[in-house]
């Protein structure tokens, strides 16, 4: 069974940083991408970044590019997600998600999310 499992959300002020961490198991890392998506509750999930385990390439969302950081440990099965210079607008719950491919979620294989809330 895939668990992910997200630590490290919390409250910060804006221009701040946090760090998420994820650990996977129940599956072979590599097999899949894995990453970041947000949501805010009553609107659309939000695509933050994602990492190739194979080759390491990653991608970013707009919103976030130059001031998030995504590094996975492909032996300890992990991923981080280093968010620098923290807006209001980074307020949601994040969610650690593997993909086929990045960009194509695999369908219900997220954890259970960790609050981050930014206060301007």
């Known amino acids: 069974e895939v668990q992910l499992v997200e630590s490290g959300g919390g409250l910060v002020q804006a221009g701040g940083s946090l760090r998420l961490s994820c650990a996977a198991s129940g599956y072979t890392f590599d097999d899949y991408d894995i990453g970041w998506f947000r949501q805010v509750p009553g609107k659309e999930r939000e695509g933050v970044s994602c990492?190739?385990?194979?080759?390491?390439?990653?991608n970013y969302a707009d919103s976030v590019k130059g001031r998030f950081s995504i590094s996975s440990d492909n032996a300890r099965k992990t991923v981080a997600l280093l968010m620098n210079s923290l807006k209001f607008e980074d307020t949601a719950i994040y969610y650690c998600?593997?993909?086929?491919?990045?960009?194509?979620?695999?369908?219900?294989?997220w954890g259970q999310g960790t609050q981050v809330t930014v206060s301007s």
């Open positions: 990492i190739s385990t194979k080759d390491g390439s990653t």
């Open positions: 998600a593997i993909y086929f491919r990045c960009g194509d979620l695999v369908p219900g294989h």
